[in-house]
């Protein structure tokens, strides 16, 4: 199975600063026949299902608000959330679609200071 | 506009078996574009998959519950259905139904639905 790992566990940021979320997975989840990244980031707020975010590692799923962006390659990731809102605290997973089982990281959560 | 609503039994005794029924509107669940699948949440091990099905046919199953698990698909009645043997105190969790495009990540969730099993 493709461990993936995320950092920090939770983070506390100031309204209208920068969060980043670190996923790391235990190998390479980079198709070279298609060069993509078979990597997903997903918000999921109190109450609520996993909201898709982003796909691709960097592609921002429709109606995603600019500020948050991924990046990364190979094994290692991140989400960036700039200009942190209140709406934005939620708790932040990565997913790997590269090989079955699919596999999640444990999650981060995002608090306001 | 796709909605997905799970349904099923929400209280499960130890070693009998849960079935959940997830339900899609608004869209078809026999698309070449997607496939269909089962995620689950406790309240301690995060986000876990359980397996998903393709309009293919083919179903693929996390190896930690194959032995216990069968995902089906009723394309007259747009219903996924998960089948769970010999349920444990370990099966409690928040079951999710959700669709998987072939080019993205898991982009339409229902709301889930609680199973706890417990005597």
């Known amino acids: 199975d493709i461990v993936m790992t995320q950092s920090p566990e939770s983070l506390t940021v100031s309204l209208g600063g920068r969060a980043t979320i670190i996923c790391k997975s235990s190998?390479?989840?980079?198709?070279?026949?298609?060069?993509?990244?078979?990597l997903s980031w997903y918000q999921q707020r109190p109450g609520q299902p996993p909201k898709l975010l982003i796909y691709?590692?960097?592609v921002r799923e429709s109606g995603v608000p600019d500020r948050f962006s991924g990046s990364g390659s190979g094994t290692d990731f991140a989400l960036t959330i700039n200009n942190l809102q209140a709406e934005d605290v939620a708790v932040y997973y990565c997913h790997q679609y590269y090989s079955t089982p699919e596999t999640f990281g444990q999650g981060t959560r995002v608090d306001i200071k | 506009q796709l909605q997905v609503e799970e349904s099923g039994s929400g209280l499960v005794r130890p070693s009998e078996t849960l079935s959940l029924t997830c339900t899609v509107s608004g869209g078809s669940v026999s698309s070449d574009e997607y496939y269909w699948g089962w995620i689950r949440q406790s309240p301690g091990k995060g986000l876990e998959w359980i397996g998903s099905i393709y309009s293919s046919g083919h179903i693929y199953y996390n190896p930690s519950l194959k032995r216990r698990v069968t995902i089906s698909v009723d394309t007259s009645k747009s219903q996924i259905s998960l089948r769970m043997t010999s349920a444990t105190a370990a099966d409690t969790a928040l079951y999710y139904c959700a669709r998987h495009p072939s080019t993205k990540g898991w982009d339409v969730w229902g709301q889930g639905t609680t199973v706890t099993v417990s005597s």
């Open positions: 691709w590692a960097s």
């Open positions: 190998q390479s989840i980079l198709y070279t026949s298609n060069n993509k990244n078979y």
